[in-house]
């Protein structure tokens, strides 16, 4: 199976993060965010979230159970 992923910071991702892991969280996906990106939090309170990596002040999480 192979792993997505999506970085939440980058332009790329849209204009609106918790959008993207709305749309793409019941996939092979593996996010990575700033824990500066205002969006992190609030993403945390929408998504059980499982940290799978931290790099500085990047972290790499999957959603969990949608």
């Not at 991702?13 to 749309?23: H, K, L, N, R």
């Not at 019941?26 to 990596?53: A, D, G």
Request: overall charge negative.
């Amino acid at each position: 199976m192979t792993t997505s992923m999506v970085d939440l910071d980058s332009f790329t991702c849209g204009s609106d993060p918790i959008e993207a892991v709305m749309y793409l969280k019941n996939n092979n996906v593996l996010f990575v965010i700033s824990l500066n990106n205002p969006y992190y939090n609030e993403i945390t309170k929408l998504f059980t979230i499982e940290i799978k990596k931290k790099e500085g002040d990047r972290i790499y999480f999957r959603t969990i159970n949608g």
